[in-house]
């Protein structure tokens, strides 16, 4: 399979294609044992992200069932991390930012294609599309 992904810059992703795509990491609200109230406002506001979204918008959820150091400890499982350095370093910031998400939680993954105004600019997207595949 190949990597449909090009490059990145923070959380905006060029891709094969040619689409530029912005991607965030959303929290959803918690309302837990909150007042009926609270749930109904929160329910709102989450109706209307989605429907302010475009509609090739992607938002995916997902909950990892293991700890961040079983999930580091698979990354570096059979490679040797003294002739791999860079992966070394790779894994060690991947252990500190999955460290923030307790196995069994929520996260939300948010991609908005952002797209290119007037023809000019469909067709750059298009030739870097085209030169890169």
Not at 25 to 44: E, F, I
Not at 101 to 129: C, D, E, M
């Amino acid at each position: 399979m190949e990597q449909p992904t090009l490059s990145m810059a923070a959380n905006i992703r060029w891709t094969k294609s040619g689409v530029v795509w912005a991607d965030y990491v959303l929290s959803g609200m918690d309302y837990g044992y909150r007042p009926n109230v609270d749930k109904r406002t929160a329910r709102t506001l989450h109706t209307m992200l989605v429907r302010a979204l475009p509609g090739e918008s992607m938002l995916m959820g997902i909950a990892s069932s293991l700890s961040a150091e079983a999930v580091v400890a698979r990354m570096t499982e059979g490679v040797d991390l003294d002739v791999h350095t860079d992966w070394a370093i790779e894994c060690e910031a991947t252990l500190d930012s999955i460290e923030l998400y307790r196995p069994g939680q929520r996260v939300f993954y948010l991609s908005i294609p952002l797209t290119t105004t007037g023809l000019a600019g469909q067709a750059k997207a298009a030739t870097h599309a085209a030169w890169s595949s």
